[in-house]
């Protein structure tokens, strides 16, 4: 029988880069790993939890033990969410495209030999995590957002927790001399309602462990 704290909770993971098409053979896409996310869930499976991973093309497997839902692009990725709620808990850990391509082709685009240039236009995609943050009905016990930022790190992720509703931030520095974008290591600052928690630097394993842990006590 599954053991563990989070035995019978149901725990959604979003994680990876997505792919915006351009169209059937282009796109555009963003340098997330999915590291961080897989090593989240992969802690959070470990705890016992009934796992929902939602990933984007990443460039890690996925974890054993776990449902994984592949997605592309950012609508994909919110459809995806909904599908798998309800959840216990949320954790937001992809690096969604903020802009997707206004009208994909359906074709693909040719160059004519005329030298005119393909001009692309960009739409707003939804976010994902402010979505289900402010759900009305249904929305997850704990949902935990992730911040990437590269100055005034604290400040701007209490900013972004408060703008999308959500009970946790994990901020951290991804300046490129911290080398974390990529890296085998992260260090975050944990933000919930009582203030901003700073973590040593840690491999990511090693922030996936300690964070489930304090999920697992949240759910207790
Ligand atoms: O706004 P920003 O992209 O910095 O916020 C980061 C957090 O929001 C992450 O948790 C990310 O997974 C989530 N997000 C999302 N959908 C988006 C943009 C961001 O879920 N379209």
């Given at each position: 029988l599954a053991g563990g704290p989070l035995a019978g909770k149901h725990v959604l993971v979003t994680s990876g880069p997505t792919h915006e098409p351009i169209d059937p053979v282009r796109y555009i896409a963003n340098r997330s790993s999915g590291a961080q996310g897989t090593a989240i869930a992969r802690a959070l499976a470990g705890l016992g939890a009934d796992v929902t991973f939602v990933t984007g093309p990443a460039d890690v497997a996925p974890p054993q033990g776990v449902r994984v839902v592949e997605v592309e692009s950012a609508r994909d990725m919110l459809a995806a969410v909904e599908a798998a709620l309800p959840a216990d808990a949320a954790v937001f850990a992809a690096a969604v495209a903020d802009w997707r391509v206004a009208s994909a082709s359906d074709r693909k685009i040719k160059k004519?030999?005329?030298?005119s240039l393909p001009v692309l236009e960009f739409a707003e995609n939804p976010d994902i995590l402010a979505t289900v943050a402010q759900m009305?009905?249904?929305?997850?016990?704990l949902v935990v957002g992730f911040a990437a930022e590269t100055d005034d790190v604290v400040e701007n992720a209490t900013a972004k927790r408060a703008r999308k509703g959500c009970d946790w931030i994990v901020a951290?520095?991804?300046?490129?001399?911290?080398?974390?974008?990529?890296?085998a290591e992260n260090a975050i600052t944990l933000i919930d309602e009582t203030g901003a928690e700073a973590w040593p630097r840690l491999s990511k394993a090693e922030v996936a462990t300690r964070l489930a842990a304090r999920i697992a006590e949240a759910l207790a």
């Open positions: 004519d030999g005329s030298g009305k009905k249904g929305r997850p016990g951290n520095d991804v300046s490129p001399a911290t080398g974390i974008m990529g890296g």
